[in-house]
C-alpha cells in the first residue's frame, strides 16, 4: 500500500505541474529589446558627435499587440533623449525602431563613459483592472569617448533604402537563376 501511496503522490505532482506550467503559459511574453550596442560592445564616440543608437522593440509569441513604455533609470549628463517614450508593437513584429538620440559635449573628456540605462515595460492594452503582471527588463546602452576617429554615427539617410532595394533585386535574381538551372535540368 505505501507503494501505491508513493506512485499516486508522484502522479498527482506531476498532473499539478503540469496546470501550473499550462496556466503560466498565459502569462508568457517574447517582448524583447535588440540593439547592437551592449557592455561588451560599447558606443565608441569622439566629443561633439551626435547621432542615435538603433533599439529594435520585439513582440514574436502570443497574438496580441503590445505597448512598450520607456523611461530612464540613468541618464548621466543628460547626453541622451528618446523622442517618444511609448511605442505600439503590433503581434509578429521585430523591427521596431527606436532612436536614441545623443549629443556628446565639445568638452567631454577623452575616456568618459556615459552608461545610460533605460527601462522597457511590455503589456497588453486590452487588459483592464485587475491586477496584472507586466514585464519589465532593464539594458545598459554604453557610451565611451575615445580619441581615435571613429565612424560617424546613423544620421537619418535616404540613400540606405536603395542598397535594401540592391539586395532584394540580387537574391529574387539568384533564385531566379537557380530555379532556371534546375528546370533545364529536367528537361535533359
Known amino acids: 500500500m505505501d507503494v501505491y501511496n508513493?506512485?499516486?503522490?508522484?502522479?498527482?505532482?506531476?498532473?499539478?505541474?503540469?496546470?501550473?506550467?499550462?496556466?503560466l503559459v498565459g502569462f508568457s511574453s517574447a517582448a524583447g529589446v535588440a540593439t547592437s550596442i551592449w557592455q561588451e560592445n560599447p558606443l565608441k564616440v569622439n566629443p561633439g558627435q551626435e547621432g542615435y543608437i538603433e533599439i529594435y522593440l520585439q513582440n514574436m509569441v502570443g497574438d496580441e499587440d503590445l505597448i512598450f513604455d520607456i523611461e530612464y533609470e540613468d541618464n548621466p549628463g543628460d547626453v541622451t533623449r528618446l523622442d517618444r517614450m511609448r511605442y505600439e508593437v503590433p503581434f509578429g513584429r521585430s523591427d521596431v525602431l527606436v532612436k536614441l538620440n545623443y549629443k556628446i559635449p565639445e568638452d567631454a573628456p577623452i575616456g568618459q563613459s556615459y552608461n545610460v540605462r533605460l527601462?522597457?515595460?511590455?503589456?497588453?492594452?486590452?487588459?483592464?483592472?485587475?491586477?496584472?503582471?507586466?514585464?519589465?527588463?532593464?539594458?545598459?546602452?554604453?557610451?565611451?569617448?575615445?580619441?581615435?576617429?571613429?565612424?560617424p554615427s546613423p544620421q537619418?539617410?535616404?540613400?540606405?533604402?536603395?542598397?535594401?532595394?540592391?539586395?532584394?533585386?540580387?537574391?529574387?535574381?539568384?533564385?531566379?537563376?537557380?530555379?532556371?538551372?534546375?528546370?533545364m535540368r529536367r528537361k535533359k
Open 6 to 23: 508513493k506512485m499516486m503522490r508522484k502522479q498527482t505532482l506531476a498532473i499539478a505541474a503540469f496546470f501550473v506550467a499550462l496556466a
Open 119 to 151: 527601462l522597457f515595460r511590455a503589456f497588453n492594452p486590452e487588459v483592464e483592472g485587475g491586477i496584472r503582471s507586466v514585464p519589465a527588463f532593464g539594458r545598459v546602452f554604453p557610451i565611451h569617448v575615445v580619441e581615435e576617429e571613429v565612424q
Open 156 to 183: 537619418e539617410d535616404v540613400g540606405s533604402a536603395s542598397y535594401a532595394f540592391v539586395w532584394y533585386l540580387v537574391g529574387v535574381l539568384v533564385i531566379a537563376g537557380v530555379a532556371v538551372y534546375f528546370v
